[in-house]
């Protein structure tokens, strides 16, 4: 169940006699996309430690981003790479990481940290988060990986997206050996069948 308001695949668990998968909800979590990332960075890295994470764009509102940090963040290091008005809430970063004394950093530019990262986490800047469309011009473009920005990275960097993009990551980075994002989208397909399956009941024993 997908739905534009907080809290709804909960309230609709709880009135059916169904299970219900929650396919995001509203700005809430996106519990099946954190499945995803997560067996995507397991498949392409070959472990969920020791790594330095960057997650970059809107971190404000980005649900996929948030089911993500609070379900890596006992084992990596992160830096947030945002604008100041979409940077990651207050609460998180008080319930998250200062609370559990994690380590994190909040930086306004790739280049900063690109090139200590082994994962870069892209995701879009939404126009719709905007109340101002002056405020969304001014930073749409600010956030673009294009193959220059990608200099100084590692040969082993993992890149990622949620998809669908719609200009944060330049096409000719597509070619890159270091972009997993369709790779991404492909184990989607499978976690999802997976959780799919395990709701009927069916083991993968008995398609065989």
Do not use: W
């Not at 969920?48 to 764009?57: E, I, Q, R």
């Not at 604008?83 to 909040?106: A, C, G, Q, S, T």
């Not at 989208?185 to 997976?194: E, Q, W």
């Amino acid at each position: 169940m997908r739905h534009p308001k907080e809290g709804a695949p909960y309230a609709a668990a709880r009135k059916l006699s169904v299970p219900i998968i929650n396919a995001g909800d509203g700005g809430h979590n996106h519990p099946t996309q954190t499945l995803t990332d997560l067996m995507t960075i397991r498949r392409e890295k070959g472990k969920l430690d020791n790594l330095t994470v960057g997650m970059c764009g809107d971190l404000k509102f980005g649900r996929t981003v948030h089911s993500l940090i609070k379900a890596m963040s006992r084992y990596e290091n992160i830096n947030f790479i945002t604008p100041e008005e979409l940077r990651l809430p207050d609460y998180i970063i008080k319930d998250v990481f200062e609370k559990k004394n994690i380590k994190y950093k909040e930086v306004r530019t790739m280049e900063e940290v690109m090139p200590e990262l082994d994962i870069l986490y892209m995701t879009r800047v939404q126009k719709e988060r905007f109340f101002n469309e002056a405020d969304y011009i001014r930073l749409k473009d600010s956030f673009i990986l294009d193959e220059r920005k990608l200099l100084d990275a590692k040969e082993d960097l993992c890149i990622m997206h949620p998809l669908p993009r719609v200009n944060e990551i330049s096409t000719k980075v597509d070619d890159d050996p270091r972009a997993c994002y369709f790779k991404q989208a492909l184990y989607g397909k499978y976690v999802r069948m997976a959780l799919i399956m395990t709701l009927l009941g069916v083991s993968a024993d008995e398609n065989r």
